[in-house]
T-cell receptor, first 114, second 116 residues
Framework: AQSVTQLGSHVSVSEGALVLLRCNYSSSVPPYLFWYVQYPNQGLQLLLK??????LVKGINGFEAEFKKSETSFHLTKPSAHMSDAAEYFCAVSDQGGSEKLVFGKGTKLTVNP | GAVVSQHPSRVICKSGTSVKIECRSL??????MFWYRQFPKQSLMLMATSNEGSKATYEQGVEKDKFLINHASLTLSTLTVTSAHPEDSSFYIC????????????FGSGTRLTVV
């Protein structure tokens, strides 16, 4: 069964600093990987997804993630944090990307300090 | 494309009453709908998977008789919390996979249920 581990339940950065949110996955088959962002009392918004094409995936709002099979990782980065990036971020994995359920990590709360 | 509309966004009900949450796919056919529950400051926990025209599949530990799921059409799935109690207070989110030129999972905006 697939699983996701997000290292660090809370990450705090200064505005303008690099954002790095860590995600490691476990899957018995090539995975489909997703990063979502959630603002308070809202649903989830897709930031980016890995679909077995390019290993470096660019998403919305300046975020990107790199799929590293050897490290079973899919870390999310952004070169320069904005105050508006403060939110909860979830990494998720799906074995087939379509009919299979998404399995979520526990989430990482990102705080951006002025 | 691939939008799911979830209603209501917030609901407060009295203990013992039932509440229905609707998720409608607006521009695609949702053959499958996932229902999640999210406690404060926690991740999403899958409650059940519904497929159009068949019985829902519930995750271990989820009470089928309390959380009734109906997926009678390709555009509507409902979750009814029956005989609600304060411990059922939570944030409920639906999600549907979509295929086509693009694929992925689209999420409803969530329902904040408060049982008093």
């Amino acid at each position: 069964a697939q699983s996701v581990t997000q290292l660090g339940s809370h990450v705090s950065v200064s505005e303008g600093a690099l954002v790095l949110l860590r995600c490691n996955y476990s899957s018995s088959v090539p995975p489909y990987l997703f990063w979502y962002v959630q603002y308070p009392n809202q649903g989830l918004q897709l930031l980016l997804k890995y679909t077995s094409a390019a290993t470096l995936v660019k998403g919305i709002n300046g975020f990107e993630a790199e799929f590293k099979k050897s490290e079973t990782s899919f870390h999310l980065t952004k070169p320069s944090a904005h105050m508006s990036d403060a939110a909860e971020y979830f990494c998720a994995v799906s074995d087939q990307g379509g009919s299979e359920k998404l399995v979520f990590g526990k989430g990482t709360k990102l705080t951006v300090n002025p | 494309g691939a939008v799911v509309s979830q209603h209501p966004s917030r609901v407060i009900c009295k203990s013992g009453t039932s509440v229905k949450i609707e998720c409608r796919s607006l521009d695609f056919q949702a053959t499958t709908m996932f229902w999640y529950r999210q406690f404060p400051k926690q991740s999403l926990m899958l409650m059940a998977t519904s497929n159009e025209g068949s019985k829902a599949t519930y995750e271990q530990g989820v009470e089928k008789d309390k959380f009734l799921i109906n997926h009678a059409s390709l555009t509507l799935s409902t979750l009814t919390v029956t005989s609600a109690h304060p411990e059922d207070s939570s944030f409920y989110i639906c999600s549907a996979p979509f295929w086509g030129r693009d694929y992925g999972y689209t999420f409803g905006s969530g329902t904040r249920l408060t049982v008093v």
